[in-house]
Nanobody, 121 residues
Framework: QVQLVESGGGLVQPGGSLRLSCAAS????????MGWYRQAPGKQRELVAT???????NYANSVKGRFTISRDNTKNTGYLQMNSLNAEDTAVYYC???????????????WGQGTQVTVSS
């Protein structure tokens, strides 16, 4: 069993910055990949960014150049640095992790409960 807890969301003015954190805990041997997704009211959930254990990254076109995903393997924690925020970034942001619980065990996906990011003046 693995739990993901997001933090760092809140209200920010246009052009501002926020740093989201995703702390994983529980039965963790390794985290292969972590990712961030977001969903605004009335819109479908979309991929924001992903990062693998090998530090390969992938970003949605809408956030390239503004957001940076990273991870601290010693803390089992992922981060999303968000700069130059605008109103279109307003959404609930969800953390996702692909986790191996034991050596040679299978990989499973886990999701956090989400954290609200609101960009408004």
């Amino acid at each position: 069993q693995v739990q993901l807890v997001e933090s760092g969301g809140g209200l920010v003015q246009p052009g501002g910055s926020l740093r989201l954190s995703c702390a994983a805990s529980g039965s963790i041997f390794s985290i292969y990949a972590m990712g961030w997704y977001r969903q605004a009211p009335g819109k479908q959930r979309e991929l924001v960014a992903t990062i693998t254990n090998g530090r390969n990254t992938n970003y949605a076109n809408s956030v390239k150049g503004r957001f940076t995903i990273s991870r601290d393997n010693t803390k089992n924690t992922g981060y999303l640095q968000m700069n130059s925020l605008n109103a279109e970034d307003t959404a609930v942001y969800y953390c996702n992790a692909v986790v191996r619980a034991t050596l040679n065990g299978k990989f499973n996906d886990y999701w956090g409960q989400g954290t609200q990011v609101t960009v408004s003046s």
